[in-house]
């Protein structure tokens, strides 16, 4: 290879900020294919998912983090320790800041939490700058730029990008993958994450369970793959995934909120996540699922295991 060649960097970033900043859509535009669950409601990310952007130059593994926030539960607690685990060990941490709402102190702790991380190389970005008109988009960075002086935080970069419309996007990736080391491919051309297929479906289901319940904490659900695999004796050409899955929720209350009246809720919730899990898999899926309660799961040790906490 000549001396001149460009070399080819590969490393991991981890995309953070409180909840509902738009970190998983943005990882989302990045990779090209939905594999963070989103959703409307904040707090839905709980597993680090990581999806790998591949091009000619670099591989970018993207480590999606659950929302830092003040823990409540022992759950809570769990998350805020598996964020900060991952902020020492990625090559950047990009900070996002929704520009549509001011910056507060849920953004303040964040970053406050962040400047103790003394090694990683941090980024800023402004998400949803669609929905945020040029004027407030201006002030939305310079609050970006004084907490970072107030937090004695060196910001390496500060980049309005919308998820949404695509605007930006590349140029954040480009942006993060000059801050990688040189070093060789990390994962086969071609894998876009590297989550277990349990885990994703998992999510999926999840995801379209929370969709419609308005009122209870999206935490209260957890989804368990008790069962996923081929069913025998039909042709190569025509196969079906049987996947069984259990919903748990803490109280019974939530439980009729879940099945929804006479099973209609969770029909809708079995037939969305059908859907998702058939694009995301490529193959019919026939999709059984039942709502079952494990008491106050959060606050417990021994069923935060079990449910893979």
Known sequence: MPDNAPSFRSGFASFVGRP??????????????????????????????????????????????????????????????LVKTTWAEVDVVAVCFPANEKIGPGDRFIVNELSKVRRTVKVAVATKTDLATPEQLGEHLLAIARLGEETGTDWAEIVPVSAKSGDQVGLLADLLVSRLPEGPMLYPDGEL???????????????????????????????????????????????????????????????????GHKGSRLREVGSDARKQIEAMLGTPVYLDLHVKIAKDWQRDPKQLRRLGF
């Open 20 to 81: 509902n900043a738009g970190k998983s859509t943005l990882t989302n535009a990045m990779v090209g294919t939905k594999v963070a669950i989103t959703s409307s409601r904040p707090q839905t990310t709980r597993t680090v998912v990581r999806g790998i952007v591949s091009r000619p130059d670099a591989q970018l593994v993207l480590v999606d983090t659950p929302g830092l926030h003040r823990p409540r539960t022992l759950l809570g607690e769990r998350l805020n320790d």
């Open 193 to 259: 994450t590297d989550a277990p297929e349990e885990a994703i479906v998992a999510e999926l289901i999840r995801e379209a369970a929370l969709e419609g319940v308005r009122d209870e904490l999206p935490h209260s659900i957890a989804v368990v793959v008790e069962e996923m695999g081929l069913r025998e004796g039909r042709s190569e050409d025509k196969p079906l995934l049987d996947i069984h899955a259990n919903l748990f929720v803490e109280r019974s209350s939530q439980k009729g909120i879940v099945i």
